[in-house]
Structures are given as structure tokens and as C-alpha cells.
Nanobody, 115 residues
Framework: VQLQASGGGLVQTGGSLRLSCAAS????????MGWYRQAPGKQRELVAV???????NYGDPVKGRFTISRDNVKRTVYLQMNTLKPEDTAVYYC??????????WGKGTLVTVSS
């Protein structure tokens, strides 16, 4: 099982980035897919999660600025990040939850927002 995340990088305040994470391998049926982030010295926190049916939930700091989506055929989850702020700087991790139970985490992709 592999979760390949991409799309991170350096962007200026107010800019945008789009992250993607594709699941491959014998992972079986996927239920929730989501993004979490961890800034230096802080705990990992929820950014956004989306169910198989498309219901999404966001962490308070990103509501109104980030949008999560998924392609169930491609087994890929996306995170469109707009109006980025320096406090969005973190390593972003994707996570998938199997329908039969069990979570898988990607390795993370670094997002740096310069002021």
C-alpha cells in the first residue's frame, strides 16, 4: 500500500497550492480520505476530511479557504488551498481509512508560506 502525495512547495502569502494524494496497492475499499498537517513544535491537526459519498469537514483555521475533493475511480484526494497564510506552513499528510478498518498515512509534503 502506498500513498503518494504531491503538490507542496513554497508560495507567498495570499497564494494558492493544490495537493494531491493517490492511493495504490492492495488497500481495498476506501471510506474516508483526508489531510492533516503538523507545524514545527505543534501537534498534528485535522485540515479536512471527505467521505466516499463526498461529505466534507474542515478544521476551523482553514474553513472558507481550503477545499477538499476526491476521485473515487483514481483513489485520489485533493486539497485546494487558497489565500494561504504563513501559519499554514506545515508538513501536510494524507490519510485514508479502509472500509474494513485501518488507517494508512502518506509520508507528507511540505508547504511553506512566506510572509
Amino acid at each position: 500500500v502506498q500513498l503518494q502525495a504531491s503538490g507542496g512547495g513554497l508560495v507567498q502569502t495570499g497564494g494558492s497550492l493544490r495537493l494531491s494524494c493517490a492511493a495504490s496497492g492492495s488497500i481495498g475499499s476506501i471510506n474516508d480520505m483526508g489531510w492533516y498537517r503538523q507545524a514545527p513544535g505543534k501537534q498534528r491537526e485535522l485540515v479536512a476530511v471527505i467521505t466516499y459519498g463526498g461529505t466534507s469537514n474542515y478544521g476551523d483555521p482553514v474553513k472558507g479557504r481550503f477545499t477538499i475533493s476526491r476521485d473515487n475511480v483514481k483513489r485520489t484526494v485533493y486539497l485546494q488551498m487558497n489565500t494561504l497564510k504563513p501559519e499554514d506552513t506545515a508538513v501536510y499528510y494524507c490519510k485514508v481509512r479502509r472500509t474494513l478498518g485501518g488507517d494508512y498515512w502518506g509520508k507528507g509534503t511540505l508547504v511553506t508560506v512566506s510572509s
